[in-house]
């Protein structure tokens, strides 16, 4: 199992990102996959989740209206798309799944076992 995270990058306040994620080892075609990110001096949060057996989507009241999960099933990958920028978005943003999880809220709530090695997204003017 393999997470490939891409799409980092600096950012001014206001714009936007799409975040990548290839997975390889296993099919999104049931296990939850999601995104989360880590702040500096701060704990690991999830931003959003994906229920990749019926595309239910989770997202934490604090990340809704500006985040957006998707996939796309013939290319393995999932997306996480940032509209309107803020710098506390500053993060690493880490893709995470979990094969034996098929729930995307169940998988925002937990710590999953299969991480990416994360992309740095800077908001700054």
């Known amino acids: 199992v393999q997470l490939q995270a891409s799409g980092g990058g600096l950012v001014q306040p206001g714009g936007s990102l799409r975040l990548s994620c290839v997975a390889s080892?296993?099919?999104?075609?049931?296990?939850?996959i999601g995104w989360f990110r880590q702040a500096p001096g701060k704990g690991r949060e999830a931003v959003s989740c994906?229920?990749?057996?019926?595309?239910?989507?989770y997202y934490p009241d604090s990340m809704k209206g500006r985040f957006t999960i998707s996939r796309d099933a013939a290319k393995n990958t999932v997306y996480l798309q940032m509209n309107n920028l803020r710098p506390e978005d500053t993060a690493v943003y880490y893709c995470?799944?979990?094969?034996?999880?098929?729930?995307?809220?169940?998988?925002?709530?937990?710590?999953?076992?299969?991480w990416g090695q994360g992309t740095l997204v800077t908001v700054s003017s």
């Open positions: 995470a799944a979990d094969l034996g999880q098929s729930s995307s809220y169940a998988l925002c709530h937990s710590s999953p076992p299969n």
């Open positions: 080892g296993f099919t999104l075609n049931r296990p939850a």
């Open positions: 994906l229920s990749t057996n019926n595309d239910i989507t």
